[in-house]
T-cell receptor
Framework: RKEVEQDPGPFNVPEGATVAFNCTYS??????FFWYRQDCRKEPKLLMS???SGNEDGRFTAQLNRASQYISLLIRDSKLSDSATYLC????????????FGSGTRLSIRP | DVKVTQSSRYLVKRTGEKVFLECVQD?????MFWYRQDPGLGLRLIYF???????EKGDIPEGYSVSREKKERFSLILESASTNQTSMYLC?????????????FGDGTRLSIL
């Protein structure tokens, strides 16, 4: 089993829809969680950190479920510009080096 | 804004060549990382450095070495390039010693080994 797993997609949804995807992790000692966005042939860019209590940034909501060991990303009122690959990143401990990235979930928003 | 700059966006080299990939960050970050990204495999850590002249192996260090002589610069070296090292290479930097800080990535270098 991979340490961090994501459904590769693609998720193909109409503009304006709400879409959500999860990222599961295997190490129960993980402390830090992030969502990154990566456009085609570009570098990953931080979308948001994921806090224990959940957090929201505009149309984006991130949640952490420690019991089931997954994080989620919800996008409301999706825009064409949201089309990208979304990578989750999970740390295994307090060391900066132990950050594992998922392979990404591809999202495509259609007009 | 954090700026991480990689020396080349695209690079084509031949098997057996020694290849240098350079990365510079302008935010005085302690930590720097080299990843490769391949379809279906995601980002895999090759090496990282937490201070000048300090380095640690990541998950796939074989065939690579690194150099960090100055805080702002982290170089990845392919000693003798092979075709299986054709990939997208991403450099990242991060402040602090705790992993609750995000990593900031450079634009990436798409390396082809012929």
């Amino acid at each position: 089993r991979k340490e961090v797993e994501q459904d590769p997609g693609p998720f193909n949804v109409p503009e304006g829809a709400t879409v959500a995807f999860n990222c599961t992790y295997s190490n129960s000692a993980s402390q830090s969680f992030f969502w990154y966005r990566q456009d085609c042939r570009k570098e990953p860019k931080l979308l948001m950190s994921v806090y224990s209590s959940g957090n929201e940034d505009g149309r984006f909501t991130a949640q952490l479920n420690r019991a089931s060991q997954y994080i989620s990303l919800l996008i409301r009122d999706s825009k064409l510009s949201d089309s990208a690959t979304y990578l989750c990143a999970v740390n295994r401990g307090s060391s900066a080096s132990k950050i594992i990235f998922g392979s990404g979930t591809r999202l495509s928003i259609r007009p | 804004d954090v700026k991480v700059t990689q020396s080349s966006r695209y690079l084509v080299k031949r098997t057996g060549e020694k290849v240098f990939l350079e990365c510079v960050q302008d935010m005085d970050h302690e930590n720097m990382f080299w990843y490769r990204q391949d379809p279906g495999l995601g980002l895999r850590l090759i090496y990282f450095s937490y201070d000048v002249k300090m380095k640690e192996k990541g998950d796939i260090p074989e065939g690579y070495s690194v150099s960090r002589e100055k805080k702002e610069r982290f170089s990845l070296i392919l000693e003798s390039a092979s075709t299986n090292q054709t990939s997208m290479y991403l450099c990242a930097s991060m402040t602090g010693t705790h992993s609750n800080q995000p990593q900031h990535f450079g634009d990436g270098t798409r390396l082809s080994i012929l």
